[in-house]
């Protein structure tokens, strides 16, 4: 008797979207960590968005798992609306994707062949921020954060040209990041001092240097705390 595989598909298109859905719920207890792999088939030229997705599935099917990877993260691709962070099993269940890490670590591709070259900048960003997002949210560390081949050693997931020890490095360094704003809205109050009102006009661009679990993030030039979900990376 065959059993149900594990699937919810959802996309984000931005990074901002995805953070904004991690506010609904807080981190299941089994998740103490994240684990990083390359997707090299489809790669960013064969990424067909949602054809893709259920592609995969039926290959996971067919191997007898019932689950999946929990994310997909796809900075470039030939139709620009497929871009963006693709759910197959919940982030909410353990997924199969890397061995004894199953258990404990939610699973995150990233699609392209980093065995073959290295992520380009526009694939990197993307990691990081995915990561981020889910690191800041979820109350983890960058020392939580590894990749298939240090869950599964021989294995080469996630390539040659990315690495656990240079993810997690970079991970570490300060969050300073350039952001448009994407509507008016009203900061929230200022870090060691006096509440700030204020709003950023849609477009205004900001730079942001820290991030917090509550989803919000803190401006540079100090007017304050806004959501990042308020915000598109530029």
């Known amino acids: 008797m065959s059993t149900a595989f594990d699937m919810r598909l959802m996309h984000w298109p931005t990074v901002a979207e995805f953070a904004a859905y991690l ?5 299941p207890p089994w998740c103490q960590g994240i684990t990083n792999h390359n997707t090299f088939h489809p790669n960013e030229l064969e990424w067909r968005g949602v054809a893709s997705m259920t ?16 994310l ?10 497929d871009k963006g962070i693709w759910q197959m099993t919940p982030i909410t269940h353990p997924g199969t994707h890397a061995g004894t890490c199953n258990r404990d670590h939610l699973g995150v591709e990233h699609c392209g062949d ?12 993307l990691l990081l921020a995915v990561n981020h997002a889910l690191l800041n949210r979820w109350g983890l560390l960058p020392t939580d954060v590894n990749v298939h081949n ?26 300073t990041k350039a952001y448009r704003a994407r509507r008016i809205m009203v900061s929230q109050r200022q870090e060691g001092g006096a509440p700030y009102w204020g709003e950023l006009a849609p477009g205004e661009e900001v730079i942001v240097d ?25």
């Open 55 to 70: 592609s995969m599935r039926s290959t996971y099917i067919a191997k007898g798992w019932t689950s999946g990877p929990n």
């Open 210 to 234: 820290k991030w917090y679990t509550n989803g919000y993030t803190h401006l540079q030039d100090g007017r304050g705390f806004v959501l990042l979900a308020d915000l598109e990376a530029l």
């Open 114 to 125: 980093f065995n073959a070259r290295p992520p380009s900048e526009a694939q990197y960003n």
């Open 72 to 81: 997909f993260c796809v900075a470039t691709c030939p139709n620009p609306a």
């Open 150 to 175: 240090e869950c599964m050693p021989g294995r080469t997931c996630p390539g040659q040209y990315l690495t656990g020890e240079q993810i997690r490095a970079d991970l570490a360094k300060p969050m």
């Open 23 to 27: 506010q609904a719920f807080a981190r």
